[in-house]
């Protein structure tokens, strides 16, 4: 797919770029977040509540849908889109990260890693073949790469060689990709750099995969417990040496303070389960920070989480309501807050282009964390 | 409300009837279901879930809005229909089903029950004017006066006195209503007609209370542990003795073949949990009986729960998807299942009415319970 991804606009006071991604299932506008469905549901949401959202990518795991109900079974049932009733783009990891986190008993060998499933204990093996075949069962719109990811801290060594095997499996990935006609058929493949706190690697392992020519590069390596300056740092050590004509996602990440500083580096696209899981924790997020609906203080509130935001949650019902749903117990309680949730980041992101596109993304930018996050101590203190 | 229910018209073949029930919140077409939403949800749906599923009104529980978040708190939040952001019709029933099945330490007196919250055990007390200023807290629509509800099976002289009591209490249920304004206003309050299996009790329980005029009328004392052939024989000692001018409701009420034939008894009002909480279960209603969908049968099937059912769940999810929903502990299949379960209730009404309208209910209504009774014992053999 030529000509795949569009750099409408770059920012003149920051990195910030504005986009426009084309995939099979459609038009993705770039900066975008990307709800996360990691098991063929963005949990308690139905697609038409994505859509009503304005969701434009959601994300499915390959981890988790091969494990269970399988990606042969979603292939007989005529690919992800149609098993889960989105017929929006969809981006699926390739697993690696899953396999590294939450699998067991891990053994990394040149053609992938054999591991245990979390689930059973069941013994399975994700290398670059594996991972291409579930992606094209899934019928991704964006499949990633399998790659190392090195844990935060990480010795030099070690993450240079995680560099180096995740390079060959990203070239293996994307012959495969090339082999099976998956490019060819206008699917993407996201190339993966690594590099961990390590500047030069991650120059190297953007340089290197970059002349690969794939569709799009992810940031990976960062949301792995690093702490925020950190994260922000290596992010803007990747960024420069991705390719400009490219989209750029950071993969896991992250507050919506966090989403508007890397937009500032340059990066295009998120994904991140955070709003979704605090929601049903009944934590919900305001331009003044979050707040928590358990709170006694909302017990009588009769405004909305957000005065004016247009969601069905705000347009409808009061922190009162919301803060007895969740004292009850009630699973509408999680429905309300993700629609909110995910809302409020979809939302900052139409901002955050609107903003691009009228020029003024710097300062506007600035003041809109300084808010968040002067709202956010206050609460605290 | 003068000519609140308008019986338009009745069956030849049955003693079923086609009404039309005004509310302050809008027109009731009769007979319908009503779905239950006990703590102000009707489970795992949004309000436009239920608009979507063709739900004209909804039942809120008196006894759990009472104890949690307090009918005060709904008032001060403009009622419960605001409160749940549901404007269509509410009926409230009067929490004294829940007294008495719920509920610890009973002790009936003269002007009420004095009982422990079943929730932090908190004494509590609900008698005729109790129950009376919290619907009118609530702002129901339809609200239920209190009753003694007599345990299945039950004495012959304690049912006599339930009867009793129960007609006391509603006499001064409807002049609490009177005085208040609330009937005056246009809310409408029912009256609840017990006398267990004694038939000669029933028919003096509906008789007196068709003196005291009420806008409708409730058997209640059913669905209380007693086998279906005896619930029915209730049914069908109380209905020819209820005003035919009145609407009639059957609370409590019960499967769909349940459902038909209570219809064909003269009863216009269902509420029944039955749906919603089977369906949290995976349990789901065809018009060949009920299929669980956990069943590995079930697992690579494309087809909807019913071909052809106009719903969002069998629009746009197959059995195999929602059965993988379960599997994975996803929330989003009990929002999927409810939805599929009271479309499927409702759904159910809607074809009553027609083939009321169109004179041909009797043939039509022993045709599909047949069906359902076939092939729901198929698929247990």
């Known amino acids: 797919m030529p000509d ?44 038409a509540h994505l859509r009503e959202i304005g969701a434009q990518v959601i994300l499915g795991n390959t981890y988790h849908l091969n494990l269970r109900p399988s990606s042969e079974l979603i292939a007989e049932l005529g690919g992800l889109h149609k098993f889960m009733g989105w017929d929006g783009p969809i981006l699926t990891d390739s697993g690696g990260f899953q396999v590294f986190s939450l699998a067991k008993l891990r053994d990394i060998r040149e053609d992938g890693v054999a591991f245990s499933s979390h689930l059973d204990g069941a013994k399975l093996f994700l290398g670059p073949k594996e991972v291409m075949a579930i992606q094209r069962n899934l019928g991704s719109d964006i499949a990633m790469v399998i790659d190392e990811c090195p844990p935060w801290p990480c010795e030099r060594d070690a993450c240079a060689q995680a560099v180096a095997r995740s390079y060959r499996w990203a070239k293996q990935c994307r012959e495969l990709a090339v082999e099976s006609g998956f490019l060819g058929a206008g699917h993407h493949v996201f190339a993966i750099v690594q590099g961990s706190t390590f500047d030069d690697l991650r120059r190297e392992a953007a340089e290197s995969l970059a002349a690969l020519d794939f569709p799009g590069y992810a940031v990976g390596g960062v949301s792995v417990g690093e702490p ?54 009944g934590l919900v997020f305001t331009p003044d920070g979050p707040i928590n609906l358990k709170n006694e203080k909302h017990r009588n509130d009769p405004g909305p989480i957000v005065e004016g935001l247009d969601n069905y949650t705000c347009r409808n019902f ?16 999680a429905t309300l807050c993700t629609i909110h949730n995910l809302h409020f980041y979809l939302d900052l992101m139409a901002q955050a282009r609107a903003h691009l596109e009228a020029g003024d993304f710097a300062t506007w930018h600035r003041a809109w964390v300084e808010r968040y996050e002067t709202g956010a101590a206050a609460r605290v203190a």
């Open 318 to 333: 009061s922190r009162a309501y919301l803060r007895h749903l969740i004292a009850a117990g009630e699973m509408l309680a």
């Open 4 to 47: 795949h991804f569009q750099l409408l606009k770059t920012d003149t006071g920051t990195a910030a770029r504005r986009g426009r991604l084309r995939t099979l299932h459609g038009v993705i506008e770039t900066p975008i977040f990307m709800p996360v469905g990691t098991q063929g549901t963005v949990k308690s949401l139905t697609p």
């Open 228 to 281: 925020e300056p950190e994260m922000l740092k290596q992010v803007a050590a990747t960024t420069p040496f991705m390719p400009a004509d490219k989209p750029r996602y950071a993969m896991g990440l992250g507050t919506p303070p966090q989403l508007l500083k890397m937009i500032a580096l340059g990066v295009d696209m998120f994904d991140c389960v955070l709003p979704s899981r605090v929601a049903r924790n």
